[in-house]
Nanobody, 133 residues
Framework: QVQLVESGGGSVQAGGSLRLSCASS????????MGWFRQAPGKEREGVATFYSGRLTSYYADSVKGRFTISRDGAKNTVYLQMNSLKPEDTAVYYCAAGDRVKMVVTNGAIACGMGPHEYNYWGQGTQVTVSS
């Protein structure tokens, strides 16, 4: 049974940093997708960043490009989201997700995992990130 457990959320002032972690169990393989999504109150869930284990490529939403970095530690089965220069509009519940039938995209000439939430079939419970101005 696949389990994803997020940690690292919290409250921070604008301009600050947080690092989210997603520990996975029961989910292995060398050709799959993991991603971070977020959902603010009254808004739809949106993709933030994805990581493709097959090519070690990452893909970012325009709103976080240059500020957030997704990475993976295969030995620990953990995916991280380093969030820098946080803004109040980054406030949301952040979810870790995994999927093996995700639609791929091409970014900067490399293949990467897309961000369609409905294409990810395993989800964590979410962790709250609050950024104050």
């Amino acid at each position: 049974q696949v389990q994803l457990v997020e940690s690292g959320g919290g409250s921070v002032q604008a301009g600050g940093s947080l690092r989210l972690s997603c520990a996975s169990s029961g989910y292995t393989g060398s050709d799959n997708c993991m991603g971070w999504f977020r959902q603010a109150p009254g808004k739809e869930r949106e993709g933030v960043a994805t990581f493709y284990s097959g090519r070690l490529t990452s893909y970012y939403a325009d709103s976080v490009k240059g500020r957030f970095t997704i990475s993976r530690d295969g030995a620990k089965n953990t995916v991280y989201l380093q969030m820098n220069s946080l803004k109040p509009e980054d406030t949301a519940v952040y979810y870790c997700a995994a999927g093996d039938r995700v639609k791929m995209v091409v970014t900067n000439g490399a293949i990467a995992c897309g961000m369609g939430p409905h294409e990810y079939n395993y989800w964590g419970q979410g962790t709250q990130v609050t950024v104050s101005s």
